[in-house]
């Protein structure tokens, strides 16, 4: 069996990593070639054609960045026999229309709720939806091969819909601390008050999980960038079915806040220390 990773930025080239390192003949792929030729390089591989997409012996994963991505890659092996694996997060309409394009029989529904470390230690929880159980058979080692638990969700979009609700909570949780975090800025109290308060309560998970990624002392694990197009995602996906989500476009803003100060490419968890440095600079004096 073939495995075509499609997509190679941080999660995609974790992917690679750890299927060629359980025995997997993996091949990347990428739309700028020299890419795709870099990552092949690394594993003693080569970068994959359309050929190798398409071809039936293939499980096509897909860790694209957007609905647009996965759409134009459906297009692109929709004439195709591979089973297609969507880890990306992207709408459930995307995924549904993904799935019509290549054919519900050849379409795989595999969302991650964890970043590149945890995928190349193969620990990810994954969410799977499937139309075919023998699409689904064919993937599963692929995705036992990347995740600790597997979590079934029945037919498309069903995993979408979840990932993007897990999602949800971790960016709005973040949002609330950096909220938090602004009014010591304000009144020009010392952070590490509330930070030591923290510590001293169950809260100090929080500060032992995002404190030293939000103040830049840590890799990116997952792009500001992306907590802004996923929050986005799940207001829309609300939306179409009438659901109001107040807290969630407040934390929305609260990420476009962030990147008037911070580069995109920052963790999303830097939220906190680029609206707190704004905040900080512009406090007005204490009366």
């Not at 999980?209 to 207001?235: E, Q, S």
């Amino acid at each position: 069996m073939k495995v075509v990773v499609a997509g190679l930025g941080l999660m995609g080239q974790a992917y690679v990593d750890r299927l060629s390192s359980q025995g997997f003949n993996v091949l990347p792929y990428a739309r700028r070639s020299g890419v795709a030729g870099e990552v092949a390089k690394r594993i003693n591989s080569r970068p994959a054609t359309l050929e190798d997409m398409k071809h039936r012996d293939t499980v096509l994963v897909v860790a694209g960045w957007d609905d647009d991505y996965l759409l134009w890659l459906a297009e692109l092996v929709k004439d195709g026999e591979s089973i297609v694996v969507n880890t990306s997060t992207v709408s459930p309409q995307a995924s549904m229309k993904a799935g019509e394009i290549v054919g519900r029989e050849r379409y795989v529904e595999a969302p991650v709720a964890a970043g590149p470390r945890v995928a190349r230690d193969g620990k990810l929880p994954v969410i799977v939806a499937y139309w075919n159980s023998e699409a689904w058979n064919k993937a599963r080692p692929v995705v036992e091969a990347l995740a600790a638990t597997i979590i079934e969700a029945g037919e498309p979009p069903s995993a979408m819909v979840v990932k993007l609700a897990f999602n949800n909570i971790l960016f709005t949780l973040v949002a609330g601390i950096a909220d938090s975090f602004k009014l010591l800025a304000a009144w020009k109290v010392d952070k590490e008050l509330l930070k030591k308060l923290m510590e001293s309560t169950w809260m100090r998970i929080l500060i032992e999980r995002y404190w030293d990624r939000a103040w830049g002392k840590a890799k990116t694990h997952f792009r500001l960038a992306g907590a802004v197009k996923d929050l986005a995602l799940f207001i829309e996906a609300a939306r179409r079915r009438g659901a109001p989500v107040p807290a969630s476009a407040g934390a929305l803003n609260e990420y476009l806040d962030a990147l008037l100060e911070c580069d995109e490419n920052v963790d999303y968890t830097s939220v906190i220390r680029c609206t707190y440095e704004r905040v900080a600079r512009n406090a007005r004096e204490i009366r």
